[in-house]
């Protein structure tokens, strides 16, 4: 199993990101999905969420109406547009995978997580 995210990077504050989850070695496609986030000293925190067929996502509060999952199963692939970032967006972002298809926001629900890719806004 495998999970490769990218598309980090250094950014302005109010600018944009696409970050990507390449995924292999499971069938993705009854897979939930994930998009987590980690900034130092503290927790890794739930950034959103999609359902195994893109039916149904969920958000965190502090990136509702900024941020943007999808996914293309076909691809095996998960995306999460970020819009409007700001300096708190600043962390390590990860994505992950769980066995049972629906959202979940915590960590323990998620069975297989990738590397991470680093996120800094600037201000």
């Known amino acids: 199993v495998q999970l490769q995210a990218s598309g980090g990077g250094l950014v302005q504050t109010g600018g944009s990101l696409r970050l990507s989850c390449a995924a292999s070695?499971?069938?993705?496609?009854?897979?939930?999905m994930g998009w987590f986030r980690q900034a130092p000293g503290k927790e890794r925190e739930f950034v959103a969420g999609i359902t195994w067929n893109g039916g149904s996502t969920s958000y965190g509060d502090p990136v509702k109406g900024r941020f943007t999952i999808s996914r293309d199963n076909p691809k095996n692939a998960l995306y999460l547009q970020m819009n409007n970032l700001k300096a708190e967006d600043t962390a390590v972002y990860y994505c992950?995978?769980?066995?049972?298809?629906?959202?979940?926001?915590?960590?323990?629900?998620?069975?297989?997580w990738g590397q991470g890719t680093q996120v800094t806004v600037s201000s």
């Open positions: 070695g499971f069938i993705f496609s009854v897979y939930g």
């Open positions: 992950a995978a769980r066995k049972r298809g629906g959202v979940r926001v915590g960590v323990h629900e998620y069975d297989y």
